[in-house]
């Protein structure tokens, strides 16, 4: 008997809606805050960032559903669906019960989930008369993403990459400067954040955080110019759930339901794509699903941090945010999977943790590149290094079913490729990279300027 190893959807059934998931949660996000007020932002006062209908649907909280415009539509039509895939070979491996699927984001042009927040982000800016964009990249995917998006709408697109994944991946800066983008190592001497962090620290290697406040600046500095952001808002989760939405109608194709939902945690925007749609499941209709994000172990934010309000950035450009952090000058060790190196989690992620409706593991940097290289080996698919983390994730998950002798259905995001990451491969076949661990101290040194107000 034939077994079904990939769940398709033809462009009709494509979803035509977002789900907003704060319309269902029981406890809303707190507000993001005005750093000299801190009274609550209005969708008006984003907007001065960010283009105006991705403020409105940030702070959003009534509309379950946001229809995708039709011009998004037909963009998304170049890639999607992506497949919904059985892992029978890792599940042989692993010797597990467990059913594996993992929804597969990498088979996308530009290899990565990334694209499904960059192709609406662009529309609205090029709809609203912006002809530039900025924004920020660790490894490079959302940087590509918002590169091609970019070009698509006719727009100009400056990238800040933090420069220690510029300096391991340099083949993300190429492709971002293939469709017209200009690409600046991070922290630079091009603005005065970057200016005044090489002034406090002429080697750092750059962040996440240094990244936006570049980005950030120069949004607010040039004319008709505006930030975008690949994670962390409820915007860009609010796009992703086009990967939940498809695994959704394709987990009904395969006959099962997920009782372990799980994706590698930077910002948030993968996981809360592929999660929230099941998880309106839990909220609505009793269901029980587990929600597992997996994060790095050496930056822990989700599993060692704490829930305060603090920047999303290091300068202390963006809102105040109500987010389980690190702290904002967190310096995250040079890890290879440089889109999980984030201080922050966002604030409905951060909302769902304290509410236990999910939670988070951390994992070390070689068990991720073990899982990744068996992933490898049985599926044929060479994982990006941040979902290696979700691969070790699910494995865990599928040994224990294999110890406890119960069948349970796991469901992981693919969320990109790693073909442009062979120098981290080639760095752990030889035996280069090692495990960061953080001490109590470490954390705690990190967290001293946060805004302490809850």
């Known amino acids: 008997m034939s077994r079904q190893k990939k769940f398709i959807l033809q462009e009709n059934e494509l979803p035509t809606q977002w789900y907003n998931i704060q319309a269902d949660m029981v406890n809303k996000p707190l507000p993001p805050l005005n750093p000299a007020t801190r009274q609550p932002l209005t969708a008006e006062d984003l907007s001065h960032i960010f ?5 409105k649907q940030e702070l959003d909280t009534e509309h379950a559903w946001i229809d995708i415009p039709e011009e998004v539509l037909d963009k998304y039509k170049y890639y999607r669906s992506t497949p919904l895939v059985r892992a029978f070979a890792l599940e042989e491996a692993l010797n597990t019960p467990a059913h ?14 990334k694209i499904n927040s960059a192709i609406p982000q662009c529309y609205y800016c090029k709809r609203e008369g912006t002809t530039n964009v900025t924004t920020e990249t660790g490894a490079g995917q959302w940087g590509a993403a918002l590169s091609y998006a970019a070009s698509v709408f006719g727009l100009s697109a400056a990238v800040y990459q933090v420069k220690i994944s510029m300096q391991q991946k340099p083949y993300r800066s190429s492709i971002m400067r293939t469709f017209g983008a200009e690409v600046t190592g991070s922290p630079s001497m091009s603005t005065r954040a970057g200016k005044d962090i090489i002034t406090r620290d002429p080697t750092h290697p750059g962040s996440l955080g240094t990244a936006i406040s570049e980005a950030i600046e120069l949004a607010t500095t040039t004319p008709h110019c505006k930030y975008t952001l690949g994670s962390v808002l409820n915007h860009v989760a609010l796009h992703q759930t086009i990967i939940g939405l498809e695994a959704e109608k394709q987990m009904e194709m395969a006959g099962e339901y997920p009782d372990k939902v799980i994706a590698c945690f930077g910002g948030g925007s993968n996981f809360g794509g592929i999660a929230f749609p099941f998880m309106r499941h839990n ?10 994000a997996a994060e790095p172990s050496s930056c822990p934010k989700l599993t060692r941090g704490v829930f305060q309000y603090d920047f999303g950035d290091e300068a202390g450009y963006t809102p105040l945010l109500p987010m389980y952090t690190l702290g904002h000058d967190f310096k995250p060790a040079n890890i290879h999977a440089g889109g999980l190196r984030y201080h922050g989690a966002g604030v409905i992620i951060s909302q769902l943790i304290k509410d236990k409706m999910m939670h988070g593991v951390d994992i070390p940097q070689l068990e991720t590149f073990e899982a990744g290289m068996l992933f490898a080996r049985t599926e044929g698919i060479i ?3 941040e979902s290696c983390h979700a691969i070790a994730a699910t494995i865990r998950e599928a040994q224990k079913c294999k110890e406890e002798g119960q069948e349970k259905v796991i469901l992981f995001n693919l969320s990109g490729h790693g073909l442009i990451d062979m120098t981290a491969y080639d760095n752990y076949i030889n035996g ?17 300027d946060i805004p302490h107000i809850l």
């Open 283 to 292: 909220i609505l209709d009793g269901k029980a699903t587990e929600f597992i």
């Open 100 to 113: 594996i699927y993992f929804k597969n984001e990498s088979t996308n042009p530009l290899g990565s989930h």
């Open 383 to 385: 994982p990006a290094p």
């Open 51 to 55: 283009n105006e209908e991705c403020s």
């Open 432 to 448: 280069d990279l090692r495990n960061y661990t953080l001490t109590d101290d470490d954390i705690q040194k990190s967290l001293k």
